[in-house]
C-alpha cells in the first residue's frame, strides 16, 4: 500500500506536467549561447595577437623586389592579423660565411664573428615566427640568404632547442617565371624542419610551398605587378597566422 498523500482536488497531475518543448525557443536559446562563445573565443584570440612577434628577414643585397615582397608579408600579417613585425635587412650589413670553427660549440653559442649577425640573433631567438625571403641566385637562396641561416649554428650551440615551434614562411623572387623559386624556398623549408621549426606554406593550388614572385628583373615594379605571386604571399602569411594562434591558445591552455 501506498503510504504517499493523493493529489489536492485543486491541483490534479496534469496540472505538474512540465510545459511542453518549445523547439523555437530552445533554438534561439542555443544560438544565444553559441555566439556567447564564440565572442569569448574571438576576444581570447584577440587579447593574444598582439602578443605576437613576426620576424621578417630580406636575404638580398640589394634593397629591390625582395625587400618590397618581404615588407609586404609584413604589413598583410600586421594589417589583417594584428601581429607584431620586426624587419631586417642583410642589405648593407656585414655578414661574414660560417667557417665550422667550432668556437661556438666550445664556447656553448659565442660566435667569432663579430658582425651585423650580433643585431639578428636576438630577433631570431624572440619571434615567434620567421618569414625569410631571398632572390633567386643560380636556381637557389643567395649567398647572403645561406649566410644568416648557417651562421645560426652559434645559437644552436647555445640551445639545441632555441627554435622548436617557431613557425616559419618562405618567399623567393626570381626574374623568370619558373626561375627556381620553388627550389629556393625548399632551402629555407629545410632550414625550418632541421631546427625543429614549423614550416607552412600557403596551401595547393596557387601557394605550395610558400610565396613564389616573379619580378621580370623589374625590381619592384615587377614585384608589384605580379598579383599571382602577391596572393601566394597572402595566402602564406594567413596560415602562418592560423598556425601562430593555434599554438597561442594550446600554450594558453596548459
Known amino acids: 500500500m501506498s503510504h504517499l498523500a493523493p493529489y489536492p482536488e485543486s491541483s490534479p497531475p496534469s496540472e505538474q506536467r512540465p510545459p511542453a518543448y518549445d523547439s523555437q525557443s530552445a533554438s534561439r536559446a542555443n544560438v544565444s549561447n553559441k555566439r556567447k562563445t564564440n565572442e569569448l573565443m574571438e576576444n581570447r584570440v584577440d587579447s593574444m595577437k598582439n602578443d605576437r612577434l613576426l620576424l621578417g628577414i630580406s636575404g638580398s643585397p640589394r634593397i629591390a623586389a625582395t625587400d618590397f615582397v618581404v615588407k ?62 631571398s632572390p633567386v641566385y643560380q636556381g637557389n637562396v643567395s649567398a647572403q640568404t645561406k649566410a644568416v641561416l648557417d651562421r645560426c649554428r652559434a645559437l644552436t650551440a647555445k640551445d639545441l632547442h632555441v627554435f622548436r615551434n617557431k613557425v616559419g614562411g618562405a618567399i623567393a623572387v626570381g626574374g623568370d617565371r619558373v626561375g627556381g623559386q620553388e627550389p629556393a624556398i625548399q632551402t629555407i623549408l629545410d632550414f625550418y624542419i632541421i631546427n ?35 596572393k601566394s604571399i597572402y595566402r602564406m602569411v594567413d596560415r602562418l ?8 591558445i594550446q600554450r594558453q591552455g596548459k
Not at 199 to 207: D, I, N, R
Not at 241 to 248: F, K, R
Open 72 to 133: 609586404t608579408a609584413l604589413k598583410w600579417a600586421e594589417e589583417h592579423h594584428r601581429i607584431r613585425t620586426w624587419y631586417f635587412t642583410v642589405a648593407g650589413k656585414k655578414i661574414e660565411f660560417c667557417t665550422h670553427c667550432d668556437h661556438c660549440v666550445r664556447t656553448k653559442g659565442d660566435c667569432i664573428l663579430k658582425d651585423d649577425m650580433v643585431q639578428l640573433h636576438p630577433l631570431m631567438e624572440e619571434a615567434d615566427a620567421w618569414i625569410v625571403g
Open 196 to 230: 625543429e621549426m614549423i614550416p607552412v606554406g600557403g596551401g595547393a593550388f596557387g601557394a605550395n610551398l610558400g610565396g613564389t614572385v616573379w619580378s621580370k628583373d623589374k625590381r619592384v615594379e615587377g614585384a608589384k605587378a605580379d598579383s599571382e605571386g602577391l
Open 241 to 248: 597566422a592560423s598556425v601562430l594562434s593555434t599554438l597561442n
